[in-house]
């Protein structure tokens, strides 16, 4: 479907940005992980922000963000995931005018061989681009603080992301977010 480029279809609403997993969905969470507590074992030992998009232009850097203990490797038996996902707007008659598309890659780390309990390297970046003439579109990620979930006798990283995304007009700017929450065996919207 094109794209709508008329001068009256730059009006943007809330609920016309949609957030979705693209293919199939990773193990059920298990209770309380979303409310996992703060952790003193887990530390970030990369970069907490970085842009996606800058300007309708997908930025390709390669940055990363971790859930580990400090000056630790993924062990021998890490276990590597991609999970895509994707973010669509629709002006205020329902025309799609913006649609990206970006992929987390973990790389899991552990002592516990394919079990493993922490994430060694998380890499997030665009995979596809559309946006209508007249819009303008960026998008950030944001790494907060690695938090930890006891499961089956042994701790778990929880890397809480937050990807921020701002659609802009002559006429409007719209700022929307969306939680994920990743763990060494999936990534999960909020």
Known sequence: MPFDTSQDSRALTCSGVQWERIGPAGPPLPNGLWTAYGSTRFFNLGRRTWLLVEKNKPVTQALWASACPADTAPGSGSIVLTQEFS????????????????RFGVQS???????????????????????????????????????EY????????????????????KMKRHDASKMHLVVPTGVFLA
């Open 150 to 169: 006891p499961d089956a006798g042994a701790t778990i990283a929880v890397l809480p992301v937050k990807i921020d995304l701002t659609i802009e007009t």
């Open 109 to 147: 780390g552990g002592e516990t061989g394919p079990s493993d309990r922490w994430i060694g390297q998380l890499s997030v970046a665009p995979d596809e681009l559309s946006v209508a003439a007249g819009w303008n579109v960026s998008m950030t990620f944001f790494a907060q603080e690695p938090r």
């Open 87 to 102: 973010v669509r707007a629709k002006n205020y008659y329902g025309v799609p005018v913006v649609a990206i598309r970006y």
